[in-house]
């Protein structure tokens, strides 16, 4: 089943809080609020926006029901903080999500897209190598406490 009328749009102000709370439910379901996570999700301008990267959000009818980040890491652009409502999984929003940043990416001519993610976390990994991720070899020091696993999206 799929979400009628779902649209993807570009990070606005209004939707902030959403960006946190969605963000904030899954990590506290499955792990805990890293300090870098509370850092880019307190603040995403400052952190996320006016570094270079771009935050985009799934709103069905007036509700924000997901939300994912490009992170301008320096050398490379990170897929992160990609959060579905538990009320709306199931829908194929976080494809949606994941699509959009894939064709945004592209437009942008960018080679790759790199994320982080945890073995335990079954339907994302799923998901993205379902997009064409491939697992390659995760440095020792990640900014990610939790990350047990990089993945790499080659786009060109």
């Not at 440095?139 to 696993?149: M, Q, T, V």
């Amino acid at each position: 089943m799929e979400i009628e009328n779902l649209e993807i749009i570009a990070y606005q102000p209004q939707f902030a809080e959403g960006f946190y709370k969605l963000n904030v439910e899954w990590l506290k379901k499955y792990f805990y609020v890293e300090p870098y996570d509370e850092k880019i999700l307190s603040n995403p301008k400052e952190f996320i926006l006016n570094t270079g990267g771009f935050i985009f959000f799934a709103k069905f009818k007036d509700e924000i029901v997901g939300t994912v980040a490009l992170i301008n890491q320096n050398t490379f652009f990170e897929l992160s903080k990609m959060a579905v409502s538990t009320k709306y999984r199931g829908l194929k929003i976080g494809l949606k999500l994941m699509d959009h940043c894939i064709e945004f990416a592209k437009e942008k001519n960018w080679k790759n897209i790199t994320l982080y993610s945890h073995r335990t976390l079954v339907p994302a990994i799923t998901l993205y190598k379902k997009v064409g991720f491939k697992e390659i070899e995760l440095e020792k020091e990640s900014h990610y406490e939790r990350s047990d696993i990089k993945m790499l999206l080659e786009l060109i």
